[in-house]
């Protein structure tokens, strides 16, 4: 049995805010939007092979294993690179799926990140970035691993230095549709564009917000919930939610007062992702 390198973090993102610009000629909404991870997500575990087969385990529960961005980031990373080798892959799920935490992105980038180092394939970040990017918009934020203020459709990523507070985040227990949410008659799309938002906080907001607590009552109801502990806001689309904490106790409190229905877990606000560090560990 081929030895595995373990504990390659898959972070969760935020959105601290998610502004639409304007609906493009492709269908595509103009975005901008600001990305910072968080110190907690999914765990990849990869062993190497040398018989070019890519296999996970366990399979993410109503997903196609070979529809999996994490199999499709591997093989694409074959394709890419004509390498033969292969890997057996473990995945540890501990992202809610269609949260709006970018948990299947964050999977994507660090498959990509992990082979290209496993397989000594020595692929610079921006061709790794551009393989991230024909998987999905938030796939290259993950690859990069900086904090970013992201415009276009999400891959236009520049990278900024804020806060890093402690956020309770908060899972209904649902999953918002990303495709209802963009084609929503009501959506605000016509937030101007902010120069440095990052120095803007003031005006930051998720322009989805008002679309989805109007379609869906359990992300109404959660968000009701948490602004009585915090400021809040909604990341991506949804369904998560997030408060915004000065300190690790307070965080820890209300997420201790959660009401049973929901899940949540407290977490450190991170401007470099967890994923860079991995890298420079054997």
Request: aromatic share 8%; with cysteine; charged share 20%.
């Amino acid at each position: 049995m081929p030895e595995f390198s373990r504990n390659w973090p898959a972070p969760a993102k935020l959105n601290l805010f998610l502004h639409i610009n304007g609906r493009r000629e492709d269908g595509f909404h103009e975005l901008q939007s600001l990305f910072q991870f968080v110190d907690h997500g999914d765990l990849l575990h990869f062993a190497i092979t040398d018989d070019g087969h890519i296999s996970l385990t366990p399979e993410v529960e109503g997903v196609n294993h070979d529809d999996n961005l994490i199999v499709r980031a591997a093989k694409l990373l074959q394709q890419h690179s004509g390498t033969h080798q292969g890997a057996l892959i473990e995945l540890k799920k501990q992202l809610p799926m269609g949260g709006g935490l970018g948990g299947g992105s964050s999977d994507a980038a660090t498959t990509l990140v992990a082979l290209n180092q496993l397989w000594q394939l020595n692929l610079s970040v921006d061709t790794l970035a551009e393989l991230g990017l024909s998987l999905g918009a938030d796939v290259p934020v993950f690859v990069r691993g900086l904090a970013s203020v992201a415009d276009g459709v999400g891959e236009k990523l520049r990278p900024v230095e804020v806060e890093e507070p402690w956020y309770l985040v908060v899972a209904p227990g649902i999953e918002v549709s990303t495709a209802e949410i963009f084609g929503a008659p009501d959506l605000i799309r016509d937030s101007a564009k902010l120069a440095q938002p990052e120095f803007h906080q003031t005006q930051w907001r998720n322009d989805c917000v008002g679309a989805v607590i109007k379609r869906y009552g359990q992300v109404a109801n959660a968000l009701a919930w948490l602004i009585e502990y915090a400021p809040s806001q909604m990341t991506g689309t949804g369904s998560c939610i997030f408060g915004t904490f000065t300190n690790q106790e307070d965080a820890q409190y209300a997420l201790a007062e959660l009401p049973s229905e929901w899940q949540g877990f407290v977490a450190r606000g991170r401007n470099r992702s967890p994923l860079l560090d991995r890298t420079l560990q054997p």
